[in-house]
């Protein structure tokens, strides 16, 4: 099993900047994607940002050039700097890791919430 603890979000006005960390913990894993998703009320949950084990990352449209993530594998975290916040960023966010833990398996953070005033 792979816990995930999140940290960063909170509340800033638009055009400001929040910076979200994910970290992983648990025994005997190999970490592949690591990324971040927003759920809206009543709706699905988003891919917002991911970053593969090479480093390769993709974007949803909306916030390219604006958001950018990152890991650090020596600490098993994903990081979202989240740049030129604007309204429409809120939401609560997820941090979603694919680890090896005897075959492939999807994990999720508990989400931390994102207010962003107008």
């Known amino acids: 099993q792979v816990q995930l603890v999140e940290s960063g979000g909170g509340l800033v006005q638009a055009g400001g900047s929040l910076r979200l960390s994910c970290t992983a913990s648990?025994?005997?894993?190999?970490?592949?994607?690591m990324g971040w998703y927003r759920q809206d009320p009543g709706k699905q949950r988003e891919l917002v940002a991911r970053i593969t084990n090479g480093g390769l990352t993709n974007y949803a449209d909306s916030v390219k050039g604006r958001f950018t993530i990152s890991r650090d594998d020596a600490k098993n975290t994903v990081y979202l700097q989240m740049n030129t916040l604007k309204p429409e960023d809120a939401g609560v966010y997820f941090c979603?890791?694919?680890?090896?833990?005897?075959?492939?398996?999807?994990?999720w953070g508990q989400g931390t919430q994102v207010t962003v005033s107008s």
């Open positions: 979603n890791v694919n680890a090896w833990v005897g075959g492939y398996q999807n994990y």
């Open positions: 648990g025994r005997r894993f190999s970490i592949n994607t």
